[in-house]
């Protein structure tokens, strides 16, 4: 079962847990705050406070901005950060909404065996037959 951290990090494609850019090291000086307040990492409330406040500080605020002092008049475009997963796998996700392929080392080493792994356009058309086949097959 991956943690929760581990869930928000693979939500937040942009944060580098090692802040090399600035949008991380906002983060984690938010995380070391939250921290400071008492909040537990291990709680789902955390995630999301988390997820709330660097929003209104790297976003400009949006709706979050009444509760941090925000400046009212700048109002941005919608938020870009991503509240963490609920459920601790791909398969919470209603079939609907699952939009990706989930690539196995075999299916990853095939790929790179029949040379279309480094080719996008090959890779794209083969990663789409996976995931029909996937959806056909969960049936």
Avoid: C
């Amino acid at each position: 079962m991956r943690s929760l951290a581990q869930e928000w990090i693979a939500a937040n494609p942009w944060y580098d847990p090692n802040g090399r850019d600035e949008d991380s090291r906002v983060t984690k000086a938010v995380d070391d705050g939250l921290v400071a307040e008492g909040y537990d990492p291990k709680t789902t409330d955390y995630w999301h406070e988390l997820t709330r406040r660097v929003s209104a500080r790297i976003n400009g605020g949006g709706a979050a901005d009444d509760d941090v002092g925000g400046d009212p008049e700048r109002k941005a475009a919608p938020a870009r950060r991503k509240a963490p997963p609920t459920g601790s796998t791909r398969e919470h996700a209603p079939p609907s909404t699952r939009k990706e392929v989930f690539v196995t080392a075999e299916r990853k080493q095939a790929m790179m065996d029949a040379g279309v792994w480094d080719d996008p356009a090959l890779r794209t058309r083969y990663l789409k037959a996976y995931q029909a086949y996937d959806k056909n097959s969960a049936r």
